[in-house]
């Protein structure tokens, strides 16, 4: 792990992505596998985004009073925690990036938490919103348990706890998994031509996430994983 004031790096040895964390900003810069520095998301990309009490917010959102610091679980995972405020001091956001020995992939969480007064309405929750470096109009999406398999543009539902996206001309792709709660969960891929998310359902959409926060009361959203696949292997 490397942590500055400018940039977070979770690293396993295997895999590396790095999120800057400066400017008061909070997005990725790269994630790669080190055995080829073969690269998979743009950087720039909204990192995670929500809506609270309607309002759009996102990693290219203002925040304020961010700070980091270096975490581990009792199952040998080694990570980083982002942790920032919005431009008022409304409420506070905790990010997870979390590695494992050996394995390609790095577990994402986020929690919100309410500071002040009033209560907070919380929707449309992206752990992942991300660009990715793969092409659409090359790449397989398997999805619903990987027993289907479609070009381009692809909103999921409960039936899709990983998708895997696999770029046929460069043989490597990703593999997006959600954790969400049954019909709560909501994964997407190339809905702009590279957009990846994975998070809860949105609004106007069938069983549309929704969770109110009283004062002092803090929401983590089930975890979502990236992990790689190379060489039409999933690796993880």
């Known amino acids: 792990m490397h942590i500055c004031a400018q940039q977070v790096v979770v690293d396993n040895g295997v895999i590396k992505r790095g999120v800057d964390i400066s400017n008061g900003h909070i997005v990725t810069s790269h994630y790669v596998l080190q055995a080829n520095d073969m690269g998979f998301l743009n950087g720039g990309s909204n990192e995670f985004s929500f809506l609270v009490n309607s309002t759009f917010y996102s990693g290219r959102s203002e925040w304020t009073d961010i700070r980091s610091r270096e975490v581990e679980t009792a199952d040998g995972g080694k990570g980083v925690l982002v942790s920032f405020k919005d431009r008022v ?33 919380l929707e449309a929750v992206n752990v992942e919103d991300v660009s990715m470096s793969l092409n659409p109009v090359e790449s397989w999406v398997m999805h619903k348990y990987a027993r289907y398999k479609t070009f381009g543009s692809y909103i999921g539902n409960w ?42 359902t949105h609004p106007g959409q069938p069983y549309a996430f929704r969770r109110w926060l009283g004062k002092g009361f803090p929401f983590q959203v089930r975890q979502a994983v990236c992990g790689e696949v190379l060489k039409n292997k999933v690796l993880a």
Do not use: C, Q, W
Request: no cysteine.
């Open 89 to 121: 001091g409304a409420f506070a956001v905790d990010l997870t990036y979390m590695a494992y020995p050996g394995l390609p992939l790095v577990r994402k969480t986020l929690k919100v938490t309410n500071l002040g007064n009033e209560e907070l309405k």
């Open 159 to 200: 039936e899709d706890p990983l998708i895997v996206v696999h770029d046929t001309n460069r043989e490597s792709g990703m593999a997006i998994g959600n954790e969400a709660i049954g019909v709560l969960k909501l994964t997407s891929v190339f809905t702009d031509g590279s957009k990846m998310t994975a998070g809860m």
